[in-house]
Every structure is written in structure tokens, then in C-alpha cells.
């Protein structure tokens, strides 16, 4: 399609997305950021949900967490309603030691979806790294108290108690 079409930006997207579903992230960064370049011409039309799948891809498929929060702040200014897309974004915070916004991030998921207990997770993991285990606590027992002693939640809990005795 590349060859037939090269002035299409739609053979260049469907190509990044198979290199990511092959893990290969550096050819798919190379054709997501191509088919973001390329106009959106005939015969293949782009549209706003294809430029938020790439740009959450990039986001996702980055190994610099800079370029990460700058290609999911622009899939979040196309959706900005998407729970995940904060986790996502926080985690690109995260990997920065920046964990004012990555709470931020992940407490607005937990509002957005008090149902997600992987967003709850996120905030016990935030207020641990900065030190806050009695933060971190509640809002361990508030995610019990929502799911239960799950397996993932005794997990986190041993490893709270782990992280806060560790000098």
C-alpha cells in the first residue's frame, strides 16, 4: 500500500500498528509518526479516532517519558474523558520521579471510574513512592473495602508494608 500510495497517510498507520502488536516499537514510531505527517488523502480517509490511536500508541510505545506525556496529551485533547489515558499518562510521570501530576492523573481516574481498582492501585503506588504510607494505607483499605481481599490487593498490601519498613 506504501509503494501504490506513498503520499497516503493511511498504509504508514496500519503498518505501525502491526509493528506494535509485534513489539517492535521503534518501527512503529517510525510509521505512526510518518502517517501523522502524511496527509489524511484518498482513496484511505484518517479521523480523529485514528490520530488518538496513534498518538496513545506513541505515548505508549515511547522510551522517553517526555515525548510519552507529549503524545498522550494530544490523544487526551482529541478524548479527554478516558480513564486509562490518565494511567497511562501517569505512568509516563512516574517514570520522571514527577509525582504531583501522576497523582493528579490518578486520582481523576478513580473519580472518573470508582470501579477500577487498577486506578487505586496506581494512587497507593504514587503516595508510597513519596513517602505517604498513611495515604497510601486508606486508600488500600477503601479499595478492600470496594473489592475484597483479592489476591492483587494482598499483593500490593505486602508490598506497601514491605516499602514502608525498608529504611
Not at 515511547?62 to 494530544?74: E, R, T
Not at 520522571?96 to 487498577?118: G, H, I, T, W
Amino acid at each position: 500500500m506504501i509503494r501504490r500510495y506513498p503520499d497516503c497517510s493511511r498504509p504508514y498507520w496500519i503498518l505501525g500498528l502491526e509493528y506494535y502488536r509485534l513489539g517492535r516499537f521503534s518501527e512503529a514510531t517510525q510509521f505512526l509518526q510518518t502517517h501523522l505527517i502524511t496527509p489524511a488523502n484518498n482513496p484511505f480517509i484518517s479521523d480523529d479516532k485514528e490520530k488518538f490511536m496513534t498518538y496513545h500508541l506513541l505515548g505508549i510505545a515511547s522510551q522517553d517519558p517526555d515525548a510519552a506525556i507529549g503524545y498522550l496529551n494530544k490523544a487526551r485533547a482529541i478524548y479527554p474523558g478516558l480513564v486509562q489515558l490518565n494511567l497511562d499518562l501517569a505512568k509516563s510521570y512516574i517514570a520522571k520521579k514527577d509525582y504531583a501530576p501522576a497523582l493528579a492523573l490518578a486520582q481523576n481516574a478513580v473519580e472518573r471510574d470508582p470501579k477500577s481498582m487498577y486506578a487505586r492501585v496506581f494512587v497507593v503506588h504514587i503516595q508510597s513512592e513519596t513517602g505517604n504510607y498513611q495515604a497510601a494505607h486508606q486508600v488500600l483499605e477503601q479499595a478492600v473495602k470496594a473489592f475484597g481481599e483479592t489476591p492483587e490487593l494482598k499483593a500490593v498490601k505486602e508490598h506497601l508494608n514491605k516499602k514502608e519498613q525498608t529504611p
